[in-house]
């Protein structure tokens, strides 16, 4: 594999322009990407043509972001409701089971949500037009809604992963327990401690999201850096994406991030994994490559 292959590219930039896997993965390398995450909504039945170039060395597929494949119903990790949190922890077991056969050592996961209603966008929009104590006091009063009524969601949450520990340890897998882009889901800033304290597993990692963190900083939900000083000693791996006020996944250059510094808190073993979205085009998925791998060059030799 080439220099680069160390950054992966997800499959979310184009697996809704193809009916095959192959096809999803024969665009991808033809800009020169070798190793991959398949993306959370792939259809089973793009599956089976990425397991040969896989055996044959030609790829290296290192993440599956859950559910993949897709759900005919996807329930949260979170539902209080017994019947359909098991039916979200039967889900993810078989992203675990797929991560298995591509030998890919990590699943990100979105843990869920407290199922209240919620202004974020609103609130997005008022700070990116210049009216912040507005924009706050919106995120303030729904954080407050959410944080009275999160705890059977917390609580589903913690008992969800709890059972898939296990699961993915058997399979070689680690679990990444991704930042969050709404404030209602779980975890917060605050609620990735809890649950890390609550399972003290090595098997349960941290997966931090560029554009979320942003999104949260922006909201005034957490200071600048504030989820990597928290969290980088524990990141499995890392979702690269930039992003403007509330809007992200654009090429990294389209944006407000800043990568030189995130960059430098990514432990060495950690994966990274470009999840750009369309309408970004073939040209910046590359320049993004680069601009990482030029960022990643300021890394402290001990990161």
Known sequence: MNNSSHIAISTAWNTARHTSGSQVIGELCNLGF?????AAG????????????VESGEIEVVSLHNPCPAAREQTPLSAPDKYRREAAV?????????????????????????????????????I?????????????????????????????????????IPIASAAGVRLGLETRYYYTEIPSLEEFQIIFDELDSPVLGYWHDTGHEH????????????????????MAGIHVHDAVNSSDHRAVGRGEIEFDRIMQSVPK???????????ASGADLVKSRERIEAALKNRPPDA
């Open 34 to 38: 070798e190793s991959f995450e398949l």
């Open 42 to 53: 792939t259809d089973k039945s793009m599956l089976p043509s990425i397991v040969p170039m």
């Open 90 to 126: 039967m889900q993810a077991a078989e992203t675990i089971k797929w991560a298995e056969r591509f030998g890919a050592r990590l699943v990100v996961l979105h843990a869920g949500l407290v199922e209240i209603n919620f202004e974020q966008k609103t609130a997005g929009r008022l």
């Open 128 to 164: 990116g037009a210049g009216f912040r104590a507005e924009g706050e006091a919106i995120v303030k009063e729904d954080m407050a809604r959410r944080n009275r009524v999160r705890e059977p969601f917390l609580k589903s949450t913690i008992e969800s992963l709890g059972e898939l």
């Open 215 to 234: 999104v949260q900083e922006t909201l005034g939900l957490a200071e600048k850096g504030e989820y990597l000083r928290r969290y980088s000693g524990r």
């Open 269 to 279: 073993e950690a994966r990274i994994v470009l999840e750009v979205h369309a309408p």
